[in-house]
Nanobody, 121 residues
Framework: QVQLVESGGGLVQPGGSLTLSCVASGIITRISTMGWYRQAPGRGRFLVAFISRDNVINYADAVKGRFTISRGDTERTVILEMTSLKAEDEAVYYC???????????????WGQGAQVTVSS
């Protein structure tokens, strides 16, 4: 069973930094793209950043220059370094991955359980 597990959320003051990590576990044939999305209360889920298998990276305009996405020690890990955090960054952050797994044909999106990021003084 494939799982994405996020860690690193928490409370941070405005202007502070926080790092999120996501690890994919289970039997995976191929990882296409891993990324981070966020959802604030009463709003939809929006892309924050993603990194492709070929290390193509894309950021939402709202986080460019402040957030950095990278692969961890293995291709199953993706890290989001967040700096200069603002109140509007407060949301639940979800790890999303487009994966090929043995018992399903094609590419499918998998989600982590979400990590709360609270920005408050």
């Amino acid at each position: 069973q494939v799982q994405l597990v996020e860690s690193g959320g928490g409370l941070v003051q405005p202007g502070g930094s926080l790092t999120l990590s996501c690890v994919a576990s289970g039997i995976i044939t191929r990882i296409s793209t891993m990324g981070w999305y966020r959802q604030a209360p009463g709003r939809g889920r929006f892309l924050v950043a993603f990194i492709s298998r070929d290390n193509v990276i894309n950021y939402a305009d709202a986080v460019k220059g402040r957030f950095t996405i990278s692969r961890g020690d293995t291709e199953r890990t993706v890290i989001l370094e967040m700096t200069s955090l603002k109140a509007e960054d407060e949301a639940v952050y979800y790890c999303g991955a487009d994966l090929v797994v043995p018992d399903r044909s094609g590419l499918h999106r998998y989600w982590g359980q979400g990590a709360q990021v609270t920005v408050s003084s």
